[in-house]
Protein backbone atom coordinates (compact mmCIF):
# COMPACT_ATOMS: atom_id res chain seq x y z
CA UNK A 1 0.00 0.00 0.00
CA UNK A 2 2.47 2.16 1.12
CA UNK A 3 4.45 2.01 -2.37
CA UNK A 4 1.50 1.69 -4.33
CA UNK A 5 1.23 5.60 -5.05
CA UNK A 6 4.59 5.05 -6.17
CA UNK A 7 4.07 2.82 -9.07
CA UNK A 8 1.74 5.64 -10.94
CA UNK A 9 4.41 8.68 -10.42
CA UNK A 10 7.11 7.93 -12.64
CA UNK A 11 9.61 10.14 -11.03
CA UNK A 12 9.48 7.97 -7.73
CA UNK A 13 9.00 4.44 -9.82
CA UNK A 14 10.36 1.49 -7.54
CA UNK A 15 11.55 -2.08 -7.89
CA UNK A 16 9.14 -3.88 -5.88
CA UNK A 17 11.72 -6.10 -4.83
CA UNK A 18 14.07 -3.56 -4.12
CA UNK A 19 11.19 -2.54 -1.59
CA UNK A 20 10.68 -5.81 -0.47
CA UNK A 21 14.22 -6.47 0.64
CA UNK A 22 14.77 -3.19 2.61
CA UNK A 23 11.46 -3.20 4.63
CA UNK A 24 13.07 -7.28 5.41
CA UNK A 25 16.33 -5.08 6.44
CA UNK A 26 13.65 -2.16 8.28
CA UNK A 27 11.40 -4.43 10.45
CA UNK A 28 14.03 -5.45 13.54
CA UNK A 29 14.38 -9.20 13.43
CA UNK A 30 14.82 -10.57 17.24
CA UNK A 31 14.45 -13.94 18.90
CA UNK A 32 11.53 -15.22 20.05
CA UNK A 33 11.96 -14.71 24.13
CA UNK A 34 12.72 -10.78 23.33
CA UNK A 35 9.16 -10.24 21.40
CA UNK A 36 7.67 -12.40 24.84
CA UNK A 37 8.99 -10.12 26.94
CA UNK A 38 7.38 -7.38 25.18
CA UNK A 39 4.29 -8.67 24.61
CA UNK A 40 3.53 -11.59 27.22
CA UNK A 41 2.85 -9.55 30.65
CA UNK A 42 0.85 -6.90 28.82
CA UNK A 43 -0.96 -9.40 26.85
CA UNK A 44 -1.27 -11.87 29.62
CA UNK A 45 -2.90 -9.38 32.14
CA UNK A 46 -5.35 -8.37 29.21
CA UNK A 47 -6.06 -11.97 28.98
CA UNK A 48 -6.51 -12.64 32.78
CA UNK A 49 -8.56 -9.67 33.11
CA UNK A 50 -10.52 -9.39 30.47
CA UNK A 51 -11.40 -12.14 28.70
CA UNK A 52 -11.02 -14.77 30.85
CA UNK A 53 -14.09 -13.13 33.01
CA UNK A 54 -16.07 -13.12 30.28
CA UNK A 55 -14.99 -16.81 29.84
CA UNK A 56 -16.20 -17.48 33.27
CA UNK A 57 -19.30 -15.17 33.38
CA UNK A 58 -20.10 -17.30 30.40
CA UNK A 59 -20.37 -20.48 32.36
CA UNK A 60 -21.46 -19.19 35.90
CA UNK A 61 -24.73 -17.84 33.44
CA UNK A 62 -25.67 -21.61 33.48
CA UNK A 63 -25.15 -21.85 37.28
CA UNK A 64 -27.58 -21.36 39.92
CA UNK A 65 -25.55 -19.93 42.45
CA UNK A 66 -25.76 -16.92 44.73
CA UNK A 67 -22.00 -16.48 45.22
CA UNK A 68 -21.13 -18.10 48.41
CA UNK A 69 -22.71 -21.81 48.58
CA UNK A 70 -22.46 -24.24 46.25
CA UNK A 71 -23.64 -24.03 42.57
CA UNK A 72 -25.91 -25.99 41.04
CA UNK A 73 -25.30 -26.34 36.99
CA UNK A 74 -28.48 -25.90 34.98
CA UNK A 75 -27.80 -25.35 31.51
CA UNK A 76 -29.77 -22.31 29.40
CA UNK A 77 -32.31 -22.21 32.69
CA UNK A 78 -31.20 -18.51 33.43
CA UNK A 79 -31.74 -17.59 29.52
CA UNK A 80 -34.98 -19.22 29.21
CA UNK A 81 -35.46 -17.36 32.53
CA UNK A 82 -34.63 -14.20 31.45
CA UNK A 83 -36.39 -13.84 28.12
CA UNK A 84 -39.57 -15.39 28.95
CA UNK A 85 -40.32 -15.07 33.24
CA UNK A 86 -38.54 -11.81 34.03
CA UNK A 87 -40.94 -8.90 34.21
CA UNK A 88 -38.04 -6.27 34.46
CA UNK A 89 -36.08 -7.86 31.85
CA UNK A 90 -37.83 -7.00 28.43
CA UNK A 91 -38.60 -3.12 29.68
CA UNK A 92 -35.36 -2.49 31.05
CA UNK A 93 -34.11 -4.12 27.25
CA UNK A 94 -36.69 -1.72 26.12
CA UNK A 95 -35.21 1.45 28.15
CA UNK A 96 -32.31 0.77 26.96
CA UNK A 97 -32.36 1.08 23.32
CA UNK A 98 -34.93 4.08 23.81
CA UNK A 99 -31.55 5.46 25.51
CA UNK A 100 -29.73 4.82 22.36
CA UNK A 101 -32.45 5.39 20.04
CA UNK A 102 -32.35 9.42 21.02
CA UNK A 103 -28.92 9.63 21.59
CA UNK A 104 -28.36 8.43 17.52
CA UNK A 105 -31.56 9.57 16.16
CA UNK A 106 -31.57 13.34 18.30
CA UNK A 107 -27.81 13.49 19.77
CA UNK A 108 -25.73 13.15 17.36
CA UNK A 109 -27.97 14.94 14.49
CA UNK A 110 -28.19 17.78 16.54
CA UNK A 111 -24.10 17.28 16.90
CA UNK A 112 -23.92 17.45 13.14
CA UNK A 113 -25.83 20.12 12.45
CA UNK A 114 -24.07 22.20 15.33
CA UNK A 115 -20.73 21.12 14.29
CA UNK A 116 -21.66 22.20 10.45
CA UNK A 117 -22.71 25.55 11.71
CA UNK A 118 -19.74 25.97 14.05
CA UNK A 119 -17.53 25.44 10.81
CA UNK A 120 -19.38 27.57 8.43
CA UNK A 121 -19.90 30.74 10.55
CA UNK A 122 -17.11 30.62 13.77
CA UNK A 123 -13.61 32.29 12.98
CA UNK A 124 -12.02 31.00 16.06
CA UNK A 125 -14.17 27.88 16.73
CA UNK A 126 -11.87 26.76 20.00
CA UNK A 127 -13.83 28.15 23.08
CA UNK A 128 -17.75 27.32 21.90
CA UNK A 129 -16.12 23.62 21.27
CA UNK A 130 -14.33 23.44 24.23
CA UNK A 131 -17.16 25.14 26.38
CA UNK A 132 -19.29 22.40 24.99
CA UNK A 133 -16.84 19.87 25.76
CA UNK A 134 -16.62 20.78 29.29
CA UNK A 135 -19.53 18.49 30.39
CA UNK A 136 -17.93 15.29 28.97
CA UNK A 137 -14.88 15.28 31.25
CA UNK A 138 -16.80 15.50 34.34
CA UNK A 139 -17.33 12.54 36.41
CA UNK A 140 -21.13 10.98 36.03
CA UNK A 141 -20.83 10.99 39.97
CA UNK A 142 -20.79 14.64 39.69
CA UNK A 143 -23.35 14.50 37.06
CA UNK A 144 -25.71 13.03 38.18
CA UNK A 145 -25.70 14.89 41.64
CA UNK A 146 -25.82 17.89 40.17
CA UNK A 147 -28.86 17.20 37.65
CA UNK A 148 -30.37 15.45 41.25
CA UNK A 149 -30.70 18.54 42.74
CA UNK A 150 -32.09 20.38 39.56
CA UNK A 151 -34.68 17.89 39.31
CA UNK A 152 -35.23 18.31 42.84
CA UNK A 153 -38.77 19.87 43.94
CA UNK A 154 -38.99 23.69 44.55
CA UNK A 155 -39.20 23.19 48.03
CA UNK A 156 -35.87 21.69 48.16
CA UNK A 157 -34.42 24.08 45.85
CA UNK A 158 -34.48 22.34 42.07
CA UNK A 159 -33.72 24.40 39.35
CA UNK A 160 -36.33 23.51 37.18
CA UNK A 161 -39.17 23.65 39.13
CA UNK A 162 -38.39 26.91 40.13
CA UNK A 163 -38.32 27.53 37.11
CA UNK A 164 -40.95 26.41 36.15
CA UNK A 165 -43.04 28.65 39.08
CA UNK A 166 -41.47 31.61 38.10
CA UNK A 167 -42.99 31.44 35.00
CA UNK A 168 -46.05 30.87 36.25
CA UNK A 169 -46.59 26.86 35.20
CA UNK A 170 -47.06 25.28 37.93
CA UNK A 171 -48.68 22.50 36.28
CA UNK A 172 -45.89 21.86 34.24
CA UNK A 173 -44.36 20.56 37.58
CA UNK A 174 -43.01 16.79 38.21
CA UNK A 175 -40.92 15.48 40.53
CA UNK A 176 -38.93 13.96 37.74
CA UNK A 177 -36.80 11.38 38.69
CA UNK A 178 -39.65 9.80 40.85
CA UNK A 179 -42.40 9.97 38.79
CA UNK A 180 -42.07 6.68 37.02
CA UNK A 181 -43.55 7.69 34.00
CA UNK A 182 -40.82 11.18 33.45
CA UNK A 183 -38.03 9.69 35.49
CA UNK A 184 -36.62 7.52 32.50
CA UNK A 185 -36.86 10.42 30.20
CA UNK A 186 -34.88 12.78 33.19
CA UNK A 187 -32.29 10.53 32.95
CA UNK A 188 -31.29 10.13 29.23
CA UNK A 189 -32.02 14.28 29.02
CA UNK A 190 -28.77 14.20 31.31
CA UNK A 191 -26.80 11.69 29.23
CA UNK A 192 -27.99 13.56 26.11
CA UNK A 193 -26.73 16.75 27.81
CA UNK A 194 -23.37 15.47 29.07
CA UNK A 195 -22.35 13.98 25.97
CA UNK A 196 -23.33 16.21 23.43
CA UNK A 197 -20.64 18.04 23.49
CA UNK A 198 -18.20 14.84 23.00
CA UNK A 199 -20.04 14.37 19.65
CA UNK A 200 -20.26 17.97 18.71
CA UNK A 201 -15.81 17.81 18.90
CA UNK A 202 -16.03 14.47 16.91
CA UNK A 203 -17.85 15.20 13.87
CA UNK A 204 -16.37 19.10 13.66
CA UNK A 205 -12.93 17.67 13.78
CA UNK A 206 -13.96 15.43 11.11
CA UNK A 207 -15.46 18.30 9.00
CA UNK A 208 -12.34 20.18 9.54
CA UNK A 209 -10.07 17.44 8.23
CA UNK A 210 -12.05 17.38 4.76
CA UNK A 211 -9.93 19.04 2.76
CA UNK A 212 -10.57 22.58 2.10
CA UNK A 213 -9.63 22.39 -1.95
CA UNK A 214 -12.75 20.02 -2.37
CA UNK A 215 -14.93 22.75 -1.30
CA UNK A 216 -13.66 25.51 -3.34
CA UNK A 217 -13.35 22.98 -6.41
CA UNK A 218 -17.29 23.01 -5.71
CA UNK A 219 -17.56 26.92 -5.36
CA UNK A 220 -16.18 26.80 -9.26
CA UNK A 221 -19.03 24.30 -10.01
CA UNK A 222 -21.85 26.80 -8.23
CA UNK A 223 -22.20 24.69 -5.10
CA UNK A 224 -22.35 26.44 -2.07
CA UNK A 225 -23.36 26.85 1.35
CA UNK A 226 -26.03 24.05 2.39
CA UNK A 227 -25.84 22.46 -0.96
CA UNK A 228 -21.91 21.83 -0.30
CA UNK A 229 -22.63 20.44 3.23
CA UNK A 230 -25.09 18.24 1.35
CA UNK A 231 -22.98 16.85 -1.70
CA UNK A 232 -19.68 17.32 -0.02
CA UNK A 233 -20.00 17.14 3.97
CA UNK A 234 -22.61 14.65 4.32
CA UNK A 235 -20.65 12.26 2.41
CA UNK A 236 -17.31 12.80 3.39
CA UNK A 237 -18.26 12.52 7.35
CA UNK A 238 -20.14 9.42 7.00
CA UNK A 239 -16.78 7.67 8.57
CA UNK A 240 -16.61 10.02 10.96
CA UNK A 241 -20.56 10.28 11.70
CA UNK A 242 -20.11 5.93 12.18
CA UNK A 243 -17.79 6.72 14.97
CA UNK A 244 -20.05 8.67 16.37
CA UNK A 245 -23.06 6.64 15.88
CA UNK A 246 -20.77 3.13 17.41
CA UNK A 247 -19.97 5.61 20.47
CA UNK A 248 -23.50 6.64 21.31
CA UNK A 249 -24.77 3.09 20.81
CA UNK A 250 -22.35 1.30 22.80
CA UNK A 251 -22.57 4.30 25.43
CA UNK A 252 -26.13 3.65 25.81
CA UNK A 253 -25.69 -0.24 25.92
CA UNK A 254 -23.30 0.55 28.66
CA UNK A 255 -24.21 3.69 30.57
CA UNK A 256 -25.85 2.41 33.91
CA UNK A 257 -23.44 4.39 36.15
CA UNK A 258 -25.59 7.37 35.67
CA UNK A 259 -28.82 5.47 36.52
CA UNK A 260 -26.87 3.91 39.28
CA UNK A 261 -25.81 7.56 40.57
CA UNK A 262 -28.96 9.36 39.90
CA UNK A 263 -31.88 6.41 40.55
CA UNK A 264 -31.16 2.86 41.12
CA UNK A 265 -32.89 1.90 38.19
CA UNK A 266 -35.96 2.73 40.54
CA UNK A 267 -38.92 3.86 41.28
CA UNK A 268 -40.14 0.44 41.29
CA UNK A 269 -37.43 -0.59 38.12
CA UNK A 270 -38.91 2.69 35.72
CA UNK A 271 -35.40 3.31 35.44
CA UNK A 272 -33.69 0.48 34.76
CA UNK A 273 -31.50 -0.35 32.04
CA UNK A 274 -29.72 -4.17 31.13
CA UNK A 275 -26.70 -3.07 32.91
CA UNK A 276 -28.45 -1.37 36.30
CA UNK A 277 -30.64 -4.80 36.51
CA UNK A 278 -27.66 -7.20 35.60
CA UNK A 279 -26.08 -5.13 38.75
CA UNK A 280 -29.05 -5.30 40.83
CA UNK A 281 -29.58 -9.00 40.51
CA UNK A 282 -25.35 -9.57 41.05
CA UNK A 283 -24.95 -7.23 43.68
CA UNK A 284 -28.27 -6.64 45.45
CA UNK A 285 -30.23 -10.00 44.74
CA UNK A 286 -27.33 -11.93 45.04
CA UNK A 287 -28.57 -13.85 42.07
CA UNK A 288 -24.76 -14.42 40.29
CA UNK A 289 -25.69 -16.86 38.52
CA UNK A 290 -28.70 -14.94 36.79
CA UNK A 291 -26.53 -11.74 36.65
CA UNK A 292 -23.58 -13.61 35.34
CA UNK A 293 -26.47 -14.73 32.35
CA UNK A 294 -27.18 -11.30 31.63
CA UNK A 295 -23.52 -9.93 31.54
CA UNK A 296 -23.35 -12.78 28.70
CA UNK A 297 -26.41 -11.64 26.81
CA UNK A 298 -25.06 -8.00 27.25
CA UNK A 299 -21.68 -8.26 26.21
CA UNK A 300 -23.06 -10.54 23.45
CA UNK A 301 -26.04 -7.44 22.40
CA UNK A 302 -23.08 -5.22 22.35
CA UNK A 303 -20.59 -7.31 19.93
CA UNK A 304 -23.47 -7.97 17.95
CA UNK A 305 -24.53 -4.25 17.80
CA UNK A 306 -20.63 -3.27 16.48
CA UNK A 307 -20.88 -5.66 13.42
CA UNK A 308 -24.02 -4.26 12.37
CA UNK A 309 -23.75 -0.94 12.74
CA UNK A 310 -19.91 -1.83 10.67
CA UNK A 311 -22.09 -3.80 7.84
CA UNK A 312 -24.80 -0.48 7.67
CA UNK A 313 -21.98 1.76 7.31
CA UNK A 314 -19.73 0.11 4.92
CA UNK A 315 -22.94 -0.42 2.74
CA UNK A 316 -23.80 3.52 3.11
CA UNK A 317 -20.15 4.03 2.28
CA UNK A 318 -20.78 2.23 -1.19
CA UNK A 319 -23.80 4.14 -1.96
CA UNK A 320 -21.54 7.73 -1.27
CA UNK A 321 -18.68 6.84 -3.19
CA UNK B 1 -21.79 49.40 -22.25
CA UNK B 2 -22.27 45.86 -21.15
CA UNK B 3 -21.09 46.09 -18.26
CA UNK B 4 -22.51 49.60 -17.07
CA UNK B 5 -25.76 46.92 -17.54
CA UNK B 6 -24.53 44.31 -15.38
CA UNK B 7 -23.10 46.03 -12.81
CA UNK B 8 -26.62 47.35 -11.26
CA UNK B 9 -28.16 44.12 -11.94
CA UNK B 10 -25.68 42.76 -9.97
CA UNK B 11 -25.36 44.64 -7.15
CA UNK B 12 -28.94 43.61 -5.22
CA UNK B 13 -28.27 39.90 -6.01
CA UNK B 14 -25.22 40.20 -3.59
CA UNK B 15 -26.57 42.60 -1.24
CA UNK B 16 -29.69 40.12 -1.27
CA UNK B 17 -27.32 36.88 -0.64
CA UNK B 18 -25.26 39.27 1.85
CA UNK B 19 -28.17 39.87 3.89
CA UNK B 20 -29.42 36.15 3.56
CA UNK B 21 -26.33 35.04 5.12
CA UNK B 22 -26.36 37.38 7.92
CA UNK B 23 -29.89 36.62 9.30
CA UNK B 24 -28.51 32.56 9.15
CA UNK B 25 -25.52 33.87 10.58
CA UNK B 26 -27.71 35.36 13.20
CA UNK B 27 -29.73 32.33 13.87
CA UNK B 28 -26.31 30.15 14.23
CA UNK B 29 -24.79 32.51 16.83
CA UNK B 30 -28.24 32.44 18.77
CA UNK B 31 -28.24 28.69 18.78
CA UNK B 32 -24.49 28.63 19.62
CA UNK B 33 -25.99 30.66 22.47
CA UNK B 34 -28.35 28.61 23.44
CA UNK B 35 -26.08 25.83 23.88
CA UNK B 36 -23.70 27.42 25.69
CA UNK B 37 -26.23 28.64 28.33
CA UNK B 38 -27.19 24.85 28.44
CA UNK B 39 -24.43 23.19 28.50
CA UNK B 40 -22.50 25.79 31.08
CA UNK B 41 -25.03 27.42 33.14
CA UNK B 42 -25.81 24.26 34.93
CA UNK B 43 -21.94 23.98 36.39
CA UNK B 44 -22.19 27.26 36.99
CA UNK B 45 -26.03 27.28 38.96
CA UNK B 46 -23.76 24.75 41.06
CA UNK B 47 -20.72 27.07 42.20
CA UNK B 48 -23.55 29.27 43.04
CA UNK B 49 -25.81 26.88 45.32
CA UNK B 50 -22.34 25.89 46.77
CA UNK B 51 -21.99 29.05 48.18
CA UNK B 52 -25.85 29.30 49.85
CA UNK B 53 -27.08 28.66 53.02
CA UNK B 54 -29.96 26.22 53.39
CA UNK B 55 -32.54 28.91 54.43
CA UNK B 56 -31.29 30.79 50.51
CA UNK B 57 -31.63 27.33 48.72
CA UNK B 58 -34.91 26.29 49.71
CA UNK B 59 -36.44 30.20 49.07
CA UNK B 60 -36.47 29.27 45.77
CA UNK B 61 -34.50 32.44 44.04
CA UNK B 62 -32.62 30.03 41.72
CA UNK B 63 -30.98 33.25 39.90
CA UNK B 64 -29.93 35.31 42.87
CA UNK B 65 -26.67 35.50 44.58
CA UNK B 66 -26.27 34.69 48.04
CA UNK B 67 -26.60 37.61 50.07
CA UNK B 68 -22.78 36.50 51.81
CA UNK B 69 -20.37 34.21 50.19
CA UNK B 70 -21.23 30.68 52.73
CA UNK B 71 -17.58 29.38 52.97
CA UNK B 72 -18.65 27.43 55.93
CA UNK B 73 -20.39 24.91 53.16
CA UNK B 74 -16.85 24.13 51.65
CA UNK B 75 -15.31 24.25 55.52
CA UNK B 76 -17.98 21.23 56.42
CA UNK B 77 -17.69 19.61 53.04
CA UNK B 78 -13.58 19.70 53.82
CA UNK B 79 -13.90 18.51 57.11
CA UNK B 80 -17.12 16.25 56.92
CA UNK B 81 -15.69 14.36 53.98
CA UNK B 82 -12.54 13.36 54.04
CA UNK B 83 -11.84 15.29 50.83
CA UNK B 84 -8.09 15.20 50.96
CA UNK B 85 -8.22 11.12 51.42
CA UNK B 86 -10.16 10.65 48.39
CA UNK B 87 -8.12 12.97 46.52
CA UNK B 88 -5.11 11.47 47.03
CA UNK B 89 -6.28 8.03 46.94
CA UNK B 90 -7.47 9.37 42.81
CA UNK B 91 -4.08 10.08 42.40
CA UNK B 92 -2.41 7.41 43.41
CA UNK B 93 -4.55 4.96 41.50
CA UNK B 94 -4.42 7.22 38.28
CA UNK B 95 -1.47 7.73 38.45
CA UNK B 96 0.54 4.07 38.54
CA UNK B 97 -2.41 3.36 36.49
CA UNK B 98 -0.99 5.63 33.75
CA UNK B 99 2.36 4.48 34.52
CA UNK B 100 0.99 1.10 33.73
CA UNK B 101 -0.45 1.52 30.88
CA UNK B 102 1.90 3.58 29.42
CA UNK B 103 4.96 1.08 30.16
CA UNK B 104 2.97 -2.25 29.18
CA UNK B 105 1.31 -0.60 25.97
CA UNK B 106 4.15 0.99 24.54
CA UNK B 107 6.14 -2.15 24.92
CA UNK B 108 3.60 -4.54 23.04
CA UNK B 109 2.89 -1.27 20.25
CA UNK B 110 6.97 -1.87 20.03
CA UNK B 111 6.80 -5.09 19.31
CA UNK B 112 3.58 -4.77 16.85
CA UNK B 113 4.85 -2.33 14.57
CA UNK B 114 8.77 -2.74 14.43
CA UNK B 115 9.45 -6.03 15.00
CA UNK B 116 9.03 -8.94 12.41
CA UNK B 117 7.04 -12.20 13.75
CA UNK B 118 4.26 -13.83 12.95
CA UNK B 119 1.66 -12.92 15.30
CA UNK B 120 2.08 -9.60 15.38
CA UNK B 121 -1.11 -9.11 13.73
CA UNK B 122 -3.02 -11.74 15.94
CA UNK B 123 -2.32 -9.84 19.02
CA UNK B 124 -3.20 -6.59 17.74
CA UNK B 125 -6.75 -8.46 16.73
CA UNK B 126 -6.94 -9.31 20.09
CA UNK B 127 -6.39 -5.97 21.37
CA UNK B 128 -9.00 -4.85 18.96
CA UNK B 129 -11.54 -7.28 19.50
CA UNK B 130 -11.50 -6.28 23.46
CA UNK B 131 -12.20 -2.75 22.75
CA UNK B 132 -15.28 -4.08 22.09
CA UNK B 133 -15.93 -5.88 24.94
CA UNK B 134 -17.76 -3.70 27.77
CA UNK B 135 -16.60 -3.49 31.46
CA UNK B 136 -19.73 -4.14 32.88
CA UNK B 137 -19.82 -7.24 31.33
CA UNK B 138 -16.68 -8.53 33.22
CA UNK B 139 -17.69 -6.81 37.03
CA UNK B 140 -19.08 -9.76 38.44
CA UNK B 141 -16.38 -12.52 37.41
CA UNK B 142 -13.58 -10.07 38.73
CA UNK B 143 -15.23 -9.95 41.71
CA UNK B 144 -15.29 -13.65 42.58
CA UNK B 145 -11.99 -13.69 41.46
CA UNK B 146 -10.36 -11.07 43.48
CA UNK B 147 -12.17 -12.52 46.07
CA UNK B 148 -10.45 -15.55 45.75
CA UNK B 149 -7.26 -14.03 44.56
CA UNK B 150 -7.62 -12.13 48.22
CA UNK B 151 -7.16 -8.45 46.88
CA UNK B 152 -10.42 -7.36 46.71
CA UNK B 153 -10.72 -3.54 48.65
CA UNK B 154 -7.52 -3.22 47.84
CA UNK B 155 -6.12 -0.14 45.57
CA UNK B 156 -4.81 -2.89 43.13
CA UNK B 157 -8.10 -4.45 42.63
CA UNK B 158 -8.79 -0.98 41.01
CA UNK B 159 -4.95 -0.71 39.12
CA UNK B 160 -5.32 -3.96 37.46
CA UNK B 161 -8.58 -4.05 35.66
CA UNK B 162 -7.89 -0.14 34.74
CA UNK B 163 -4.78 -1.24 33.29
CA UNK B 164 -5.90 -3.85 31.47
CA UNK B 165 -9.14 -1.92 29.78
CA UNK B 166 -6.98 0.91 28.95
CA UNK B 167 -4.32 -0.88 27.02
CA UNK B 168 -6.30 -1.67 23.56
CA UNK B 169 -6.78 1.93 23.05
CA UNK B 170 -2.96 2.74 24.45
CA UNK B 171 -1.59 -0.58 21.85
CA UNK B 172 -3.67 1.17 19.07
CA UNK B 173 -2.69 4.74 19.24
CA UNK B 174 0.75 3.89 19.99
CA UNK B 175 1.54 1.55 17.17
CA UNK B 176 -0.27 3.77 14.83
CA UNK B 177 2.56 6.25 15.40
CA UNK B 178 5.54 3.92 16.02
CA UNK B 179 4.50 2.65 12.39
CA UNK B 180 5.17 5.85 10.51
CA UNK B 181 8.62 6.36 12.59
CA UNK B 182 11.75 6.21 10.09
CA UNK B 183 12.99 2.75 9.97
CA UNK B 184 16.56 4.82 9.35
CA UNK B 185 16.80 5.01 13.38
CA UNK B 186 17.06 1.66 14.00
CA UNK B 187 19.63 0.91 11.22
CA UNK B 188 22.17 3.06 12.42
CA UNK B 189 21.57 2.20 15.87
CA UNK B 190 21.53 -1.70 15.37
CA UNK B 191 25.36 -0.45 13.21
CA UNK B 192 26.09 0.67 16.52
CA UNK B 193 25.25 -2.12 18.44
CA UNK B 194 22.55 -0.89 20.66
CA UNK B 195 20.32 -3.73 21.39
CA UNK B 196 17.06 -4.01 20.82
CA UNK B 197 16.03 -2.83 24.53
CA UNK B 198 18.28 -0.14 24.15
CA UNK B 199 16.85 1.07 20.82
CA UNK B 200 13.57 1.14 22.65
CA UNK B 201 14.44 2.83 25.61
CA UNK B 202 16.32 5.44 24.39
CA UNK B 203 15.30 6.02 20.63
CA UNK B 204 11.30 5.06 19.92
CA UNK B 205 10.35 6.14 23.29
CA UNK B 206 11.80 9.82 23.24
CA UNK B 207 9.96 10.11 19.87
CA UNK B 208 6.75 8.96 20.97
CA UNK B 209 6.34 11.57 23.34
CA UNK B 210 3.14 12.95 22.05
CA UNK B 211 0.98 10.05 21.25
CA UNK B 212 2.11 9.00 24.57
CA UNK B 213 0.39 12.22 26.00
CA UNK B 214 -2.45 11.81 24.21
CA UNK B 215 -2.96 8.02 25.96
CA UNK B 216 -1.90 9.63 29.36
CA UNK B 217 -5.07 12.33 28.45
CA UNK B 218 -7.05 9.69 27.58
CA UNK B 219 -6.61 7.22 30.90
CA UNK B 220 -6.50 10.46 33.21
CA UNK B 221 -10.47 11.31 32.15
CA UNK B 222 -11.04 7.52 32.17
CA UNK B 223 -9.71 6.17 35.36
CA UNK B 224 -10.03 9.37 37.26
CA UNK B 225 -13.89 9.69 36.46
CA UNK B 226 -14.31 5.83 36.64
CA UNK B 227 -17.13 4.97 39.63
CA UNK B 228 -18.31 1.34 39.12
CA UNK B 229 -15.35 -0.61 39.47
CA UNK B 230 -14.96 1.98 42.03
CA UNK B 231 -18.17 1.18 43.92
CA UNK B 232 -17.89 -2.23 43.71
CA UNK B 233 -14.19 -3.65 44.74
CA UNK B 234 -13.73 -1.04 47.26
CA UNK B 235 -15.61 -0.83 50.58
CA UNK B 236 -13.19 0.74 53.27
CA UNK B 237 -13.77 4.04 53.79
CA UNK B 238 -9.86 5.35 53.19
CA UNK B 239 -9.63 3.59 50.39
CA UNK B 240 -11.86 4.98 48.23
CA UNK B 241 -11.47 7.39 45.43
CA UNK B 242 -13.03 11.14 44.72
CA UNK B 243 -16.11 9.75 42.63
CA UNK B 244 -17.14 7.09 45.24
CA UNK B 245 -16.34 9.91 47.70
CA UNK B 246 -18.41 12.30 46.28
CA UNK B 247 -21.63 9.66 46.18
CA UNK B 248 -21.20 8.26 49.76
CA UNK B 249 -20.94 12.13 50.87
CA UNK B 250 -24.14 13.28 48.93
CA UNK B 251 -25.73 9.94 50.53
CA UNK B 252 -24.46 10.80 54.03
CA UNK B 253 -25.43 14.70 54.23
CA UNK B 254 -28.61 14.34 52.45
CA UNK B 255 -30.29 17.74 54.13
CA UNK B 256 -26.61 20.11 53.93
CA UNK B 257 -27.54 21.03 50.52
CA UNK B 258 -24.97 23.49 50.71
CA UNK B 259 -22.23 21.51 51.54
CA UNK B 260 -23.55 19.17 49.21
CA UNK B 261 -22.91 21.90 46.29
CA UNK B 262 -19.75 22.24 48.13
CA UNK B 263 -18.49 18.68 47.49
CA UNK B 264 -19.31 18.33 44.11
CA UNK B 265 -17.57 21.76 43.23
CA UNK B 266 -14.22 20.13 45.28
CA UNK B 267 -14.54 17.09 43.25
CA UNK B 268 -14.80 18.93 39.83
CA UNK B 269 -12.52 21.31 40.35
CA UNK B 270 -9.23 19.05 39.55
CA UNK B 271 -10.36 17.76 36.70
CA UNK B 272 -11.74 21.46 35.15
CA UNK B 273 -8.48 23.44 36.49
CA UNK B 274 -6.56 20.45 34.12
CA UNK B 275 -8.92 20.94 31.54
CA UNK B 276 -8.53 24.67 31.79
CA UNK B 277 -4.95 24.36 31.51
CA UNK B 278 -4.72 21.91 28.37
CA UNK B 279 -8.49 21.90 27.05
CA UNK B 280 -6.76 21.85 23.76
CA UNK B 281 -4.38 19.08 24.26
CA UNK B 282 -7.54 17.29 25.97
CA UNK B 283 -10.05 17.54 22.85
CA UNK B 284 -7.87 16.27 20.27
CA UNK B 285 -6.90 13.23 22.59
CA UNK B 286 -10.55 12.47 23.27
CA UNK B 287 -11.17 13.09 19.21
CA UNK B 288 -8.16 10.24 18.77
CA UNK B 289 -9.38 8.37 21.38
CA UNK B 290 -12.89 7.90 19.98
CA UNK B 291 -11.27 7.73 16.86
CA UNK B 292 -10.21 4.13 17.13
CA UNK B 293 -13.22 1.86 15.38
Known amino acids: ?321 | MSQSVIIPAAKPVIAKRLRGYSIKKTMAWILFGILLVTQLYPLLWLLIYSFKTNEEILSGSFFAFPANWEWENYVNAVAGGKYWSYLSNSLFVTSITMVGVIFLSSLVAFAISRFRWKYGQVVMLVFLLGMMIPMQGTLLPLMVIFKNVGILNTHLSLILPYIAFQTPIAVFILSGFMKTIPHEIEESAIMDGAGVFRIFRSMILPVSIPPIMTVCILTFINIWNEYILAATFVSSEKLKTLPFGVYSFVSQYSVNYGAIGAFLVLGALPVIVIYFLLAEKITKGMVAGAVKG
Not at chain 1, 99 to 108: I, K, N, P
Not at chain 1, 110 to 120: D, E, G
Not at chain 1, 155 to 183: C, F, R, Y
Request: aromatic residues 14%; hydrophobic residues 50%.
Open chain 1, 1 to 321: MAYGRGRHTPPFVVDERDVKEAEALNVLKVSGWVIAAFVLPCLLLYVCLVFIPILVSIYSGMLDWNGIGASKFIGFANYTKMFTNDSVFWPALGRTFLLAGFSMLVQVPIALFVAILISRYVRRPNFLVSSYFLPVILSVVIIGQLWKTIYNPASMGGMINQILIGLGLDSWMHSWLTEPKVAIFAVILVSLWQYLGYHILIQFTGIQNIPADIYEAAKIDGAEGFKADRYITLPMIVPIFKISVVLSFIGSLQSFDLIMVMTGGGPAHATDVISSHMYNMSFLSMKYGYGSAIATFLVFVCLLATLIINFLFTRLDKRYS
